[in-house]
């Protein structure tokens, strides 16, 4: 009976034990689970720590690379310019340093990609710009990089350094390419720039559609060829061989231009080279945008339509011209924001205020359906002839060099990027064939533009444009950064991709051989070399035939501009130019004394100042401005006008505009203010511009 009871306790013992065993298992597993997935959400927390952690490495590395791309090609230049190398331009030099680093990231390094965890198939209908995937419960934003082929899928999982150093094509456009366009405006030589802008104007608008279509035809024909033989792996249709035309029509002499102005090159031909590849590019990009809008109704998008036409040159000139406009209206805003304020005063604030609407520009173009190129192209050349006239001193010499700085950098970026694209970038089409025909409709267009045009401006041109002249521009029609960012804009289909390769060869062909051989060419042509501009031109205005073909050359289209700013525009939004009160009907007193009453407001508190300048409280000076008479003596400043002046400016004046450009004499109160520079004409000229 003893050892019953005992097993029994045994028994309840034990079971009793085995229940609260599993009774704690149960409890354990329950709090096992409801801690997962806390520890997985932290786990994966600390795996997305240290993905981004990684990525913020390599983008700096990524950086850091062009960065000392930038410093060898400066190190570079410092070297050729101390021996005075000039068989190769600091652009085709960053390039040929892009290429080298190109050649090592895709063949030397070697940075696998994680595709552990990849889903290498998700049927879709389309390719939506931004994709939302669904991993249990957490939702994952992933945006479009763009389409690759089939049999290159290997290679972009193979290498994860390649695609890092692939920018995105609105880089170029928004960032890099505004301070090269202003730069180009802002830094134009307006007197050379006039002398001959009617031969300017037809080299760019007319020369530029004319290259355009003869490289579409020659191009269409060329694919035309190679679907017969077989060589043409996708669609490529006649607007796409327009489209072509037009990027490779875009010039861009910077390496000739820096051998120009490095052995001072005859003016002329400086001016007409710098002139066109200033407007060719802004009509190129518009040219571009046109026809890429082509759009004949119908289901076949391909076919010739008048009506689809008319409506693509409208786009062009809408365009255009509403770029223009908002360019030029963008600078006169800064002209009368920089006049009718006290900005001056702190010139870090005046500086940054210039820098930022001139930047803007183009961001309000894009933004408004225009052309950026356009709009901060005319933006520089805008407030160069405006804005540049109220800056202070130290305002002027810091948006100089600010752009030049940013030009320089922008330039080299974009060449050292070239050459690193041609081994980085994984969609490339490269024909034999195509590129053959490209080389050929590049040389062809070049020469229906500028020979047959040459000839009918020699026409009506005193100062005729010689046969070596022609030739050297048709040598120097380089092609470079505005081609480069048109072409890489878009490269989804099989015809951009092989327009993309085909454009960088171009660009390199040109740059290297065509840039590098100027001299030689030169040479071989027997331009003068070795001519100061401006001791040139005051040698040409001193003599009187020279002087009366210099007139009558810029009168036919200059005249009339120059009158109208010459008496209404520069004293409105500078603080230079003739008195309104002498230039408006005498009916529009009150509007003259209000737009002047600023400066003159400042004059006063200026007065009051303790400089250096000159200030003359005695006696009385007598200065002749054109018709305009201005006498000062201790109760300040009177003026007096001829019967003839508000009917415009005379022969000299205009001549003296476009010798000595904004060079002024500065009358404030009975306060003269001399400006002094290098370049100013001696004070013995008899002619003097006065600011009021």
């Given at each position: 009976?003893?050892?019953?009871?005992t097993?029994?306790?045994?028994w309840?013992?034990?079971?009793?034990l085995?229940?609260?065993?599993?009774?704690?298992?149960?409890?354990?597993v329950?709090?096992?689970?409801?801690?997962?997935?806390?520890?997985d959400?932290a786990?994966?927390?600390?795996?997305?720590?240290?993905?981004?952690?990684?990525s913020h490495?390599?983008?700096?590395?990524?950086?850091?690379?062009f960065i000392?791309?930038?410093?060898?090609?400066i190190l570079?230049i410092?070297?050729?310019?101390h021996r005075?190398?000039?068989f190769?331009?600091?652009?085709g030099?960053a390039?040929?340093?892009?290429?080298?680093?190109?050649v090592v990231?895709?063949?030397g390094?070697?940075v696998?990609?994680?595709?552990?965890?990849?889903?290498?198939?998700?049927h879709?209908?389309?390719?939506?710009?931004?994709?939302?995937?669904?991993?249990?419960?957490k939702?994952?934003?992933?945006t479009?990089?763009?389409?690759?082929?089939?049999?290159?899928v290997?290679?972009?999982q193979d290498?994860?350094?390649?695609?890092?150093?692939?920018f995105?094509?609105?880089v170029?456009?928004?960032?890099?390419?505004p301070?090269?366009?202003?730069?180009?405006g802002?830094s134009?030589?307006?007197?050379?720039?006039?002398?001959?802008m009617?031969?300017?104007?037809?080299?760019?608008f007319?020369?530029?559609?004319?290259?355009?279509?003869?490289i579409?035809?020659?191009?269409?024909?060329?694919?035309?060829?190679?679907k017969?033989?077989?060589?043409?792996?996708?669609?490529?249709?006649?607007t796409d061989?327009?489209?072509?035309?037009?990027?490779?029509?875009?010039?861009d002499?910077?390496t000739?231009?820096?051998?120009?102005?490095?052995l001072?090159?005859?003016?002329?031909?400086?001016?007409?080279?710098?002139?066109?590849?200033v407007?060719?590019?802004?009509?190129?990009?518009v040219?571009?945008?046109?026809?890429?809008?082509?759009?004949?109704?119908?289901?076949?998008?391909?076919i010739?339509?008048?009506?689809?036409?008319?409506?693509?040159?409208?786009?062009f000139l809408?365009?255009?011209s509403?770029s223009?406009?908002?360019?030029?209206?963008?600078g006169?805003v800064t002209?009368?924001?920089?006049?009718?304020?006290?900005?001056?005063d702190?010139?870090?604030?005046?500086t940054?205020l210039?820098?930022l609407?001139?930047w803007?520009?183009?961001?309000l173009?894009?933004?408004?359906?225009?052309?950026?190129?356009?709009?901060?192209?005319?933006?520089?050349?805008?407030?160069?002839?405006?804005?540049f006239?109220?800056?202070?001193?130290?305002?002027?010499d810091?948006?100089?060099?600010?752009f030049e700085?940013?030009?320089?950098l922008?330039?080299?970026?974009?060449?050292?990027?070239m050459?690193?694209?041609?081994?980085?970038?994984q969609?490339?089409?490269f024909n034999?064939?195509f590129?053959?025909?490209?080389f050929?409709?590049?040389?062809?267009?070049?020469?229906?533009?500028i020979?047959?045009?040459?000839?009918?401006?020699?026409?009506?041109?005193?100062?005729?444009?010689?046969?070596?002249?022609?030739?050297?521009?048709?040598?120097?029609?380089?092609?470079?950064?505005?081609?480069f960012?048109l072409?890489?804009?878009?490269?989804?289909?099989?015809?951009?991709?092989?327009?993309?390769?085909?454009?960088?060869?171009?660009?390199?062909?040109?740059?290297w051989?065509c840039?590098?051989g100027?001299?030689?060419?030169?040479?071989?042509?027997?331009?003068?070399?070795?001519?100061?501009?401006?001791?040139?031109?005051?040698?040409?205005?001193?003599?009187?035939?020279?002087?009366?073909s210099?007139?009558?050359?810029?009168?036919w289209?200059?005249?009339?501009?120059?009158n109208?700013?010459?008496?209404?525009?520069?004293?409105?939004?500078?603080?230079?130019?003739?008195?309104?009160?002498?230039?408006?009907?005498?009916?529009?007193?009150?509007?003259?004394r209000?737009?002047?009453?600023?400066q003159?407001f400042?004059?006063?508190?200026?007065?009051?100042?303790?400089d250096?300048?000159?200030?003359?409280?005695?006696?009385?000076?007598?200065?002749?401005?054109?018709?305009?008479t201005?006498?000062?003596?201790?109760?300040?400043?009177?003026?007096?006008g001829?019967?003839?002046?508000?009917g415009?400016?005379?022969?000299?004046?205009?001549?003296?505009?476009?010798?000595?450009g904004?060079?002024?004499?500065v009358m404030?109160?009975?306060?003269?203010?001399?400006?002094?520079d290098d370049?100013?004409?001696?004070?013995?000229?008899?002619?003097?511009?006065?600011?009021?």
């Open positions: 009976m003893g050892s019953k009871l097993v029994n306790s045994a309840r013992a034990t079971r009793t085995w229940l609260l065993v599993l009774v704690s298992l149960s409890v354990c329950c709090v096992c689970r409801a801690s997962s997935p806390q520890e959400s786990m994966e927390n600390i795996v997305t720590e240290k993905k981004a952690e990684e490495r390599q983008d700096s590395a990524d950086l850091l690379i000392m791309l930038l410093t060898l090609t570079t410092w070297l050729f310019k005075r190398f000039r190769l331009h600091e652009t030099l390039m040929i340093y892009g290429l080298l680093v190109g990231l895709r063949y390094i070697h696998p990609r994680d595709i552990s965890n990849v889903t290498m198939s998700c879709v209908n389309a390719s939506p710009a931004t994709l939302l995937v669904n991993v249990s419960g939702f994952y934003e992933y479009l990089k763009g389409e690759i082929s089939a049999n290159e290997n290679e972009v290498n994860e350094m390649l695609r890092k150093v692939t995105d094509p609105e170029f456009f928004n960032i890099l390419l301070p090269i366009i202003f730069h180009a802002y134009l030589k307006r007197r050379h720039f006039f002398r001959n009617g031969s300017i104007l037809a080299y760019a007319l020369g530029t559609v004319i290259s355009c279509f003869v579409g035809l020659l191009m269409y024909g060329c694919v035309t060829l190679m017969k033989v077989g060589q043409l792996g996708g669609d490529f249709f006649f061989c327009l489209f072509f035309g037009a990027i490779v029509s875009a010039t002499p910077v000739v231009l820096a051998i120009f102005n490095e001072q090159v005859d003016v002329d031909l400086y001016a007409l080279l710098f002139g066109e590849s407007l060719n590019d802004a009509v190129a990009v040219l571009s945008s046109s026809i890429v809008a082509y759009q004949p109704e119908g289901d076949n998008s391909h010739f339509e008048v009506m689809a036409m008319l409506k693509s040159f409208g786009i809408g365009v255009f509403g223009f406009a908002l360019g030029v209206a963008t006169v002209a009368l924001v920089t006049k009718f304020t006290k900005l001056r702190f010139q870090l604030l005046e940054a210039f820098f609407m001139s803007s520009t183009f961001l173009a894009e933004a408004c359906g225009f052309t950026g190129v356009v709009a901060v192209l005319f933006c520089g050349i805008t407030q160069a002839h405006y804005t006239n109220n800056l202070s001193p130290e305002s002027q810091r948006t100089k060099q600010l700085l940013l030009n320089f922008a330039e080299n970026f974009i060449f050292s990027y050459g690193l694209t041609l081994f980085t970038f969609s490339h089409v034999p064939m590129i053959v025909g490209a050929l409709a590049v040389f062809l267009g070049r020469a229906a533009n020979y047959p045009l040459s000839f009918l401006l020699n026409l009506g041109r005193r100062n005729k444009i010689r046969s070596n002249f022609q030739h050297m521009m048709m040598f120097a029609g380089l092609r470079g950064a505005m081609t960012a072409s890489i804009r878009d490269t989804a289909t099989y015809a951009r991709q092989m327009m993309f390769s085909t454009t960088l060869l171009v660009v390199f062909f040109t740059v051989i840039g590098g100027t001299t030689q060419m030169l040479s071989c042509q027997r331009i003068r070399v070795g001519v100061d501009s401006d001791q040139d031109n005051s040698m040409s205005i001193a003599e009187g035939s020279e002087r009366r210099t007139k009558q050359e810029s009168a289209l200059f005249r009339i501009w120059y109208f700013d010459h008496n209404y525009l520069k004293p409105i939004l500078t603080h230079s130019g003739p008195p309104l009160t002498a230039t408006l009907p005498p009916c529009c007193g009150p509007l003259a209000f737009l002047t009453s600023p003159a400042e004059n006063e508190c200026q007065l009051k100042d303790d250096s300048d000159l200030i003359l409280t005695d006696g009385d000076i007598s200065l002749t401005y054109g018709d305009i201005v006498s000062t003596d201790a109760s300040g400043a009177h003026t007096s001829g019967p003839g002046f508000a415009g400016a005379n022969s000299e004046d205009l001549d003296r505009e476009l010798t000595y904004d060079h002024e004499l404030r109160g009975t306060r003269l203010v001399l400006p002094m370049s100013e004409p001696p004070f013995t000229d008899p002619h003097h511009r006065l600011r009021m």
